[in-house]
Every structure is written in structure tokens, then in C-alpha cells.
Nanobody, 115 residues
Framework: QVRLVESGGGLVQAGGSLRLSCATSGFSFSLYAMDWYRQAPGKQRDLVASISMSGTTNYADSVKGRFTISRDNAKNSVSLQMNTLKPEDTAVYYC?????????WGQGTQVTVSS
């Protein structure tokens, strides 16, 4: 079955960096676009970054120039490099894939940015 497992979250001061990783299994990773979403307390889950099969990337305006999404098809993994973090980046970050019209999510990893 499809499995997504995030790692790399933590507590960091404003201006710092974190790198999130998502290990996947159960599907042909190289054939699917992958996404990172985030959800802050009391707010909806929002798209942060996407990467297509071919490596084309898209970002939410709030993270452009600070975050970088990448994929490693040999390792079936997707990463999110987060630089110049701000307190408003605090959220649970989720890895996501849509396969055969079904949304799959990881368990999420907490990112907390202190001011």
C-alpha cells in the first residue's frame, strides 16, 4: 500500500533552516507529482510546494525564494529545504501524493519557529 513517512521537523529560531524529507513506498514514485502541505493550528491545510514528474516546481507565494522542493527518484523520496524560517512558518508539514484520484498523506512532522 502507499506509505509516506515524513521526518526532519523540529524547533528552530527565526532565520534558521530545516530540511524535511518524505520517504515513500507502495507506488511508482517517479510517475507522480509530489507535494508538501502545511497546517497551522486552527487553520486549513495549505499547499506549500509541488514538484512534477519532470522536476518542474511550484511554490506558494509566502515561501518563494526561501523554500526548495526536490525529489530523488532513485530513493523514492521528496525533500523540502526551508531557509530563512519565520514564526509564521510554524505548522505541521505533510507529504502528499494523489494516485488514481485518491489523496495519500503522511503522518506529518511538526515545525516550530521561535521569534
Amino acid at each position: 500500500q502507499v506509505r509516506l513517512v515524513e521526518s526532519g521537523g523540529g524547533l528552530v529560531q527565526a532565520g534558521g533552516s530545516l530540511r524535511l524529507s518524505c520517504a515513500t513506498s507502495g507506488f511508482s514514485f517517479s510517475l507522480y507529482a509530489m507535494d508538501w502541505y502545511r497546517q497551522a493550528p486552527g487553520k486549513q491545510r495549505d499547499l506549500v510546494a509541488s514538484i512534477s514528474m519532470s522536476g518542474t516546481t511550484n511554490y506558494a507565494d509566502s515561501v518563494k525564494g526561501r523554500f526548495t522542493i526536490s525529489r530523488d527518484n532513485a530513493k523514492n523520496s521528496v525533500s523540502l529545504q526551508m531557509n530563512t524560517l519565520k514564526p509564521e512558518d510554524t505548522a505541521v508539514y505533510y507529504c502528499h501524493v494523489m494516485r488514481v484520484s485518491v489523496n495519500y498523506w503522511g503522518q506529518g512532522t511538526q515545525v516550530t519557529v521561535s521569534s
